[in-house]
């Protein structure tokens, strides 16, 4: 059975997935691009970057994925759904090169983009949503790409197999929280941490 995994979600200490006041200028809120400037450090992301501990798990974000799911809050800023030519941040070829599919409450027609990307909109439960990825991924896995719902969502139900968190050392104080209603949700895992000397730690839950 193909897995469902999760790869370079970034928290801040308190537990924030993203920053508060999310728009088209700030697409994490608050946050700015605190979150992720250890991923932008890093050889994934930029040739020019590290290839250390923060690049070894970065790069595991790419192999062996068929399909991602995402939530509307991660394809487009709030009230994208009243935007017809909206395709996504990511210009004509986006980076995911499979199907995605974006939960959402408002539908609409498929988006086949360059590069092998296609944005399917999906009004569904978590589990209902995964079966149709995972048929379209053909053996392959999942990646659930986010935000902080999306992803609170998925594990709630138990549908995570490999989950890679990165503690960035903010405190953000307001956003989307990541954490909340899955009390004991490591009991379920075999969980690790390693620490970077760029000041991140790298946790992962696998089951
Ligand atoms: N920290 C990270 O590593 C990371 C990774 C990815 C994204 N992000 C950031 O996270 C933010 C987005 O996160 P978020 O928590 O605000 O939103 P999100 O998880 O991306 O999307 C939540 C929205 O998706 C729709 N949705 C979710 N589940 C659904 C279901 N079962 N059925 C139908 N629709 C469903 C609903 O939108 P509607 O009701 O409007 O349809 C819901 O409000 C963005 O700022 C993004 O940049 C962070």
Same mark, same amino acid.
């Given at each position: 059975?193909?897995?469902?995994?999760?790869?370079?979600?970034?928290?801040?200490?308190?537990?924030?997935?993203?920053?508060?006041? /999310?728009?088209? *200028?700030?697409?994490?809120?608050?946050? &700015?691009?605190?979150? @992720?400037?250890?991923?932008?450090?890093?050889?994934?992301?930029?040739?020019?970057?590290?290839?250390?501990?923060?690049?070894?798990?970065? *790069?595991? @974000?790419?192999?062996?994925?068929?399909?991602?799911?995402?939530?509307?809050?991660?394809? &487009?800023?709030?009230?994208?759904?009243?935007?017809?030519?909206?395709?996504?941040?990511?210009?004509?070829?986006?980076?995911?090169?499979?199907?995605?599919?974006?939960?959402?409450?408002?539908?609409?027609?498929?988006?086949?983009?360059?590069? &092998?990307?296609?944005?399917?909109?999906?009004?569904? *439960?978590?589990?209902?949503?995964?079966?149709?990825?995972?048929?379209?991924?053909? &053996? /392959?896995?999942?990646?659930?790409?986010?935000?902080?719902?999306?992803?609170?969502?998925?594990?709630?139900?138990?549908?995570?197999?490999?989950? @890679?968190?990165? /503690?960035?050392?903010?405190?953000?104080?307001?956003?989307?929280?990541?954490?909340?209603?899955?009390?004991?949700?490591?009991? /379920?895992?075999?969980?690790?941490?390693?620490?970077?000397?760029?000041?991140?730690? @790298?946790?992962?839950?696998?089951?």
């Amino acid at each position: 059975m193909s897995r469902v995994r999760v790869h370079n979600f970034s928290i801040s200490l308190d537990g924030f997935g993203t920053g508060d006041g /999310q728009s088209l *200028e700030a697409p994490f809120g608050h946050a &700015g691009q605190r979150l @992720h400037a250890w991923m932008f450090a890093t050889r994934f992301w930029d040739d020019a970057g590290t290839a250390g501990v923060d690049n070894a798990f970065a *790069e595991r @974000h790419e192999p062996g994925i068929g399909a991602e799911i995402m939530g509307a809050g991660k394809f &487009g800023p709030p009230g994208w759904q009243d935007d017809a030519e909206w395709r996504g941040w990511w210009g004509p070829n986006p980076p995911f090169h499979t199907p995605v599919y974006v939960l959402t409450h408002r539908p609409r027609p498929p988006l086949e983009m360059d590069g &092998g990307t296609t944005f399917h909109f999906v009004d569904a *439960e978590p589990v209902d949503a995964l079966a149709v990825a995972r048929e379209a991924a053909d &053996g /392959q896995d999942i990646r659930i790409g986010g935000g902080a719902t999306t992803l609170r969502e998925f594990l709630a139900a138990g549908l995570v197999d490999h989950l @890679h968190v990165v /503690q960035v050392p903010i405190v953000l104080g307001r956003g989307v929280r990541l954490w909340d209603g899955l009390e004991a949700l490591e009991e /379920q895992y075999d969980v690790e941490a390693v620490s970077s000397p760029s000041g991140v730690t @790298h946790l992962t839950f696998t089951r």
